[in-house]
């Protein structure tokens, strides 16, 4: 069973960048991975999608503002967000579903979560 840990999490001003990261315990290549967030008083959702080809996919509030890319040599996952605005104040998640998978935002699909990392906007 795949062991996920987020970090990089933080206070940050609006407009500020943030750099989320997901360790993986173990060979992310064959995993399908997400980041998804929590935000107080709200349901979980999708922030963003990779497959295992690199195909992306991204939530509509985020688009143009957050990147997902993957290191496989390093069993790891990121998620670049810049202009962050108050809205993006969540714990974020990231999750892994094994292969065969593709771009799915169903949350229900994967099967592996971290225990979240808190970002924090502030204006």
């Known amino acids: 069973q795949v062991r996920l840990t987020e970090s990089g999490g933080g206070s940050v001003q609006t407009g500020g960048s943030l750099r989320l990261s997901c360790a993986a315990s173990?060979?992310?290549?064959?995993?399908?991975l997400a980041w998804f967030r929590q935000a107080p008083g709200k349901e979980r959702e999708v922030v963003a999608v990779?497959?295992?080809?690199?195909?992306?996919g991204y939530t509509d509030s985020v688009k143009g503002r957050f990147s997902i890319s993957r290191d496989n040599a390093n069993n790891a996952l990121y998620l670049q967000m810049i202009s962050l605005r108050p809205e993006d104040t969540a714990v974020y998640y990231c999750?892994?579903?094994?292969?065969?998978?593709?771009?799915?935002?169903?949350?229900?699909?994967?099967?592996?979560w971290g225990q979240g990392t808190q970002v924090t906007l502030s204006s």
């Open positions: 990779i497959d295992t080809g690199n195909n992306t």
């Open positions: 173990e060979d992310t290549s064959v995993f399908c």
């Open positions: 999750a892994a579903r094994r292969w065969p998978c593709g771009v799915t935002f169903r949350m229900s699909l994967y099967n592996f």
